[in-house]
């Protein structure tokens, strides 16, 4: 039997995708999809499809992180979209192979590095777009990892999104609260953060779980205004100097490697 070229392609692709599986991140490459059989359908472009005219539709000459990165997914979508330089880093190599593979098959320049968020600092960039999207909750310490992104790499956009878990409502937060009060606690509007001490969905690496007051407060908190939610768990934010407390950094580590 004689095999075209365009079938042993296709066959040769197929055979990489099965050799870098599992993926998380659901993509056509070279006419093969990586996850068809995706828990959450066709993922992420099921989730993007909420949000991607909340981005800049032409992104020439614009930067963009990708921290979190996984199979490159956004960050294709990214410089697709003219960006002029992707980066895109996260902390396991089994993804970045997945996302260099992704980048190479569809003929994108974008750079992939086995890199945590907590090292951001060390990058000495800022970029016009950073995205930060299904990372905090597996972060131990996520309230630093919105600090950092803040201190040293973004300059003007955020895209973020975290699952979120209790009550949708938002109470009305005060200037400060008396020491004996404790209803403001109790209220389900309340920002609060759900500590996951072992397992969340058979998921080790899931951490905290914030509802959606906390999440905003959260945001806010570490100098990102939010623009818009154009999706449940998505925020469209921009980086802001007004951070609290007004009076001075309250993101110390690490220092060295702050570009503003
Ligand atoms: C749920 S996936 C989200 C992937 C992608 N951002 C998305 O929204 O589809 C979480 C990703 O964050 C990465 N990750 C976990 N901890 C990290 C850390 N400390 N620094 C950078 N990436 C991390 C994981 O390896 C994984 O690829």
Not at 63 to 85: H, P, Q
Not at 180 to 196: L, V
Request: hydrophobic content about 35%; glycine content about 8%; overall charge negative.
């Amino acid at each position: 039997m004689v095999v075209s070229p365009s079938a042993e392609k296709r066959s040769e692709v197929e055979r990489r995708i099965e050799e870098l599986g599992p993926w998380f991140h659901n993509m056509e490459l070279g006419g093969v999809r990586t996850a068809p059989e995706h828990f959450l359908g066709d993922y992420p472009a099921v989730k993007y499809a909420h949000f991607r005219t909340s981005l800049p539709a032409d992104m020439s000459g614009l930067t963009v992180l990708d921290i979190g990165c996984n199979g490159g997914f956004y960050s294709l979508e990214m410089k697709r979209r003219g960006a002029s330089r992707v980066l895109g880093i996260d902390t396991n190599d089994h993804y970045l192979q997945q996302a260099r593979f992704a980048a190479e098959i569809s003929g994108l320049e974008i750079d992939f590095e086995r890199m945590p968020v907590w090292d951001i600092g060390a990058l000495g960039e800022r970029f016009d777009l950073v995205i930060f999207m299904g990372v905090l909750y597996h972060l131990r310490h996520p309230l630093l990892a919105l600090d950092l992104i803040h201190e040293h790499v973004a300059k003007d956009l955020l895209l973020f999104q975290s699952m979120q878990r209790g009550s949708r409502e938002i109470a009305a937060i005060e200037e400060d609260y008396d020491f004996n009060g404790r209803a403001p606690f109790d209220e389900p509007g309340y920002p609060k953060m759900h500590f996951i001490e072992h397992r969340y969905s058979h998921d080790e690496t899931n951490w905290w779980v914030p509802n959606r007051a906390c999440t905003e407060a959260m945001l806010r908190s570490s100098g990102f205004l939010i623009e818009s939610q154009p999706e449940d768990e998505v925020y469209v934010c921009r980086w802001s100097s007004l951070v609290t407390p007004p009076d001075g950094p309250h993101c110390v580590y690490p220092k060295a490697g702050s570009t503003r």
